[in-house]
Structure formats: structure tokens, C-alpha cells
């Protein structure tokens, strides 16, 4: 059964950090590139990061420097570290299997980034 369960958002002011966390089900994660995905009001969901299951990372060019993407295969996990959060950034995060997403997403974690 697939499972992806994501957690830690919450309100932060700019320039604050964050980890977000995802626990995804064995059968998907052990051999699979994850990445962590993002939606804000009125835009399409947009690709922010991923990581191979050997640990290379990707980063979009507009959190490059800024967040860190990481996974603990053994944990079943994959992390991504906000810093310097900017209100651009206020967005539902969801994390997936990357290059196709499966046809399941989980609920989400609210980031909102706010003076």
C-alpha cells in the first residue's frame, strides 16, 4: 500500500528555517528518486528539489543555496531543510517519487512564510 506522509510545516517569519519530513512506504522508496514538490495559490505544482537513492540532489534554481533535500533509506524518510525562508516560499509541500510522480500524493504540509 502506498504511503506518503508528509510533516513539519508551519508559520515562520521571512528569513526563518524549517524541516520538512516525509515518510513514504518501503515498497516505493528503497530503489526510487524522491522529490519534494510544492503548490502555491494560483500556480501549478512546481518541482523543488530531489535526491537519488544514492544521494545526488537536484535543486530549482529558485531555492538553490537556500533549502537542503536529504533521505534516510533506512528510516524510509526524506528530509528537506528550509532556510532562509522568503514569503515566496508559502506553499503546500508534497513529496513524490521523481521523474513520474505516482498517481497518489499524500496530504501535504502548509509552509507559510510571514512578517
Not at 35 to 55: D, F
Request: aromatic letters at 12%; a positive charge.
Amino acid at each position: 500500500q502506498v504511503q506518503l506522509v508528509e510533516s513539519g510545516g508551519g508559520l515562520v517569519q521571512p528569513g526563518g528555517s524549517l524541516r520538512l519530513s516525509c515518510a513514504a512506504s518501503g515498497s516505493i522508496f528503497s530503489i526510487r528518486t524522491m522529490g519534494w514538490y510544492r503548490r502555491s495559490i494560483g500556480k501549478q505544482r512546481e518541482l523543488v528539489a530531489t535526491v537519488t537513492s544514492t544521494g545526488s540532489t537536484w535543486y530549482a534554481d529558485s531555492v538553490k543555496g537556500r533549502f537542503t533535500i536529504s533521505r534516510d533509506n533506512a528510516k524510509y524518510t526524506v528530509y528537506l531543510q528550509l532556510n532562509s525562508l522568503k514569503p515566496e516560499d508559502t506553499a503546500v509541500y508534497y513529496c513524490n517519487t521523481f521523474p513520474t510522480p505516482l498517481a497518489y500524493w499524500g496530504q501535504g504540509t502548509q509552509v507559510t512564510v510571514s512578517s
